[in-house]
């Protein structure tokens, strides 16, 4: 608490007879005088005043904490009330033929935003949740909500997936169809810097969610986000679901592969359909500052250094980098493929859908390509650093097998990284342009 000591002692140091002592017209002597807070009353109102001015100033500059990402501007849900559940019921409402009911969990994040839009837009019924928190950027989650989602009709609760009671009251209001789950604390490198993140969210909101899900009658179908990450160590490419994923390189991967062994047991117990998706290294508009092609196109503009990461014997590090409207088009595929839960009220009544699907592009890019093209589409010579891949969870390649993806979801993705770099660069100079703060 910073003392008001300096504060008020200045007032101290001001000499008796105001006649002599020309008040600076700003200072707190000059405004005591000049309202006439000689009586009694006003002066209490006067210095509470100051006193509250003082308080509120601490707390707007404070430094965030660092403990863990911080909810929205709300710091306790406030949900409720007739008008809400209006405008919940009003967002679910389904206006296609067999379209679906669905819940979108982390609907003002990137893939979240994306694909509530894109369900919307063709008629199914969306209700988004998300904490707002603030892992990054809270305006851009925000300008997310209103430039994309408040415009298209998707209601989005501010709300937490750890909060079954909330969760609870709106399967009470909406019969979802599906839950798309995309809540979660994302980001490889984060993990070593704050785990509990990933635990409060990856697991134990999902599982959380899973608890309520369950319970519900008829239980919604249930796709949601799983990782390329937890492909981990493996050196055999490219990836196949099939392949051995005992080898988390991250505490991120480890809590995504937690996710995917959880959803089998509530699949297995209580007969919920679910489908996790393998998404590998999704990039596009609106996309998440955290992640090298954002912050390294911020960089380059800002003619600052960036570090490309190079493994050991100086083997180069890669992606296989999707493009977000082929993630949104695998996703759309994985709800209308996903068949019924067999359970109602917590009783499984038959074997149930279980499925976990690589979502990639099937054509991995070296970072120094990735650097490159945005070298290309900003104009800018970018400053590089080339070091060793840091001991941070990052691993040195990935590449996926979809022909899973194509037989289940008829998923065949269509971007290359050069083309889907250039709408994201044509969105980030819309967006950030030159006079705005900076992404991160
Ligand atoms: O595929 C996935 O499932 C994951 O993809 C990304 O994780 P990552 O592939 O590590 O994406 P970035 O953090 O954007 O890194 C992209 C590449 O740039 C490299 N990199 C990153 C940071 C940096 O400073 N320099 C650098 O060369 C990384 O090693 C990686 O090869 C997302 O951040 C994860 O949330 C997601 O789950």
Redesign the pocket.
């Known amino acids: 608490m910073a003392s008001l000591k300096p504060i008020l002692s200045h007032i101290d140091n001001i000499p008796s007879t105001p006649g002599k002592f020309k008040a600076d017209k700003s200072s707190l002597y000059y405004l005591h005088h000049r309202f006439r807070l000689h009586s009694t009353v006003p002066r209490i109102t006067f210095w509470s005043l100051v006193f509250l001015a003082l308080i509120s100033l601490f707390f707007f500059m404070s430094p965030p904490s660092t403990t863990a990402p911080r909810r929205g501007l709300r710091t306790t849900a406030s949900y409720g009330g007739s008008g809400w559940e209006n405008q919940v019921k009003a967002s679910a409402k389904i206006r296609s033929r067999n379209g679906h009911s669905v819940l979108v969990t982390g609907a003002a994040g990137f893939v979240g935003a994306h694909a509530s839009l894109a369900l919307k837009r063709r008629g199914d019924g969306v209700v988004g949740l998300d904490n707002f928190n603030s892992y990054y950027d809270i305006s851009l989650k925000k300008s997310r909500k209103s430039q994309l989602l408040d415009r298209a009709g998707v209601f989005v609760v501010d709300g937490d997936i750890n909060d079954a009671v909330l969760l609870r009251k709106l399967f009470g209001i909406v019969h979802f169809t599906h839950v798309l789950h995309l809540a979660a604390q994302?980001?490889?490198r984060y993990a070593m810097v704050n785990p509990n993140s990933y635990i409060k969210s990856n697991v134990d909101g999902f599982v959380n969610l899973l608890e309520v899900a369950k319970s519900t009658n008829p239980q919604p179908a249930i796709v949601w986000a799983s990782?390329?990450?937890v492909y981990g160590l493996n050196t055999k490419v490219p990836f196949s679901e099939k392949d051995r994923t005992d080898q988390p390189a991250s505490l991120y991967a480890a809590t995504k592969k937690a996710g995917e062994e959880i959803a089998h047991t509530y699949n297995h117990i209580y007969g919920l359909s679910i489908t996790g998706l393998r998404?590998?290294?999704v990039y596009g508009p609106w996309g998440r500052p955290?992640?090298?092609?954002f912050f390294f196109t911020k960089d380059i503009l800002k003619r600052r250094p960036?570090?490309?990461?190079e493994g050991a014997q100086h083997t180069t590090?890669?992606?296989d980098f999707t493009y977000i409207d082929d993630i949104v088009k695998g996703c759309l595929s994985a709800l209308d493929t996903a068949k019924k839960s067999t359970g109602s009220g917590g009783k499984k009544k038959g074997e149930a859908q279980f499925r976990i699907i690589n979502l990639g592009n099937t054509s991995p890019v070296s970072?120094n390509k990735l650097v490159s093209i945005l070298e290309k589409l900003l104009k800018v010579k970018a400053k590089k650093k080339v070091v060793l891949?840091p001991r941070n969870g990052?691993v040195p390649f990935?590449h996926a097998n979809i022909s899973l993806a194509r037989k289940e979801l008829g998923y065949r993705p269509t971007t290359d990284l050069e083309t889907g770099l250039k709408k994201f660069v044509k969105w980030y100079l819309d967006y950030y342009g030159t006079k705005k703060k900076s992404a991160f």
Do not use: L, W
């Open positions: 994302a980001g490889v990782s390329s990450s998404f590998f290294t955290d992640m090298a092609y960036i570090s490309i990461f590090v890669a992606r970072v891949m990052d990935t």
